[in-house]
């Protein structure tokens, strides 16, 4: 199975600030098949990118993703207090499915 | 309101049995795979098990033959039947929607979960 390794593990930073994360795959994933979320204590995982790249509607454009073989990017341009969370990335290429171990994003 | 609420969730020695319930509403149930997907030890997330539109069946190994996996589109609903738990299997379920657009294997939808504890 494909085994993603999401770094750091956990980011500080402040409001108005830039985050970037990584998710590198341990193989090629196929297709681009890479999706990022968003998970906030007792709420339900948000999707935020699928495709790499591809923005799902209601999602403000300050959240951007890049990438492509084994190497993806999540990059939050402007953090609002409400994008203080865990993000984690999932690979649906390849069987099974396989997810990050996650990225806390913390003040 | 498109939404996904599970249940069934609890504490269980090992060994146990639990049936987590999956209710869906606002949109059409049986035109969408489903899924169950669970993180463990409050980081990392897992996918358990899917079910396709026609009722094709699908299990990670680490649960294969301890889960089964069940829908119901006349009542809108996902069950999970989980079987010789260990403690391992603690975690919070979710039940998860893919797209209705053949091709899109990511998960576009989730509920809020349901912790299960299994432990002495």
């Known amino acids: 199975e494909i085994v993603l390794t999401q770094s750091p593990g956990t980011v500080s930073l402040s409001p108005g600030e830039r985050a970037t994360l990584s998710c590198r795959a341990s193989q090629s994933v196929s297709s681009n098949s890479l999706a990022w979320y968003q998970l906030k204590p007792g709420q339900a995982p948000r999707l935020l990118l699928y495709g790499v790249s591809s923005r799902v509607t209601g999602i403000p454009d300050r959240f951007s993703g890049s990438g492509s073989g084994t190497d993806f990017t999540l990059t939050i341009s402007r953090l609002e207090p409400e994008d203080f969370a865990v993000y984690f990335c999932l690979q649906y290429g390849g069987s099974p499915r396989t997810f990050g171990q996650g990225t806390k994003v913390e003040v | 309101e498109v939404q996904l609420v599970e249940s069934g969730g609890g504490l269980v020695q090992p060994g146990g049995s639990l049936r987590l319930s999956c209710e869906a509403s606002g949109f059409t149930f049986r035109s969408h795979d489903m899924h169950w997907v669970r993180q463990v030890s409050g980081r990392g997330l897992e996918w358990v098990s899917g079910i396709d539109t026609s009722a094709h069946t699908y299990y990670a190994d680490s649960m294969k033959g301890r889960v089964t996996i069940s829908r119901e589109n006349a009542k809108n609903s996902l069950f999970l039947q989980m079987d010789s738990l260990r403690v391992g299997d603690t975690a919070v379920y979710y039940c998860?929607?893919?797209?209705?657009?053949?091709?899109?294997?990511?998960?576009?939808?989730w509920g809020r979960g349901t912790l299960v504890t299994v432990s002495s």
């Open positions: 998860a929607r893919e797209p209705a657009v053949p091709g899109n294997w990511y998960f576009d939808l």
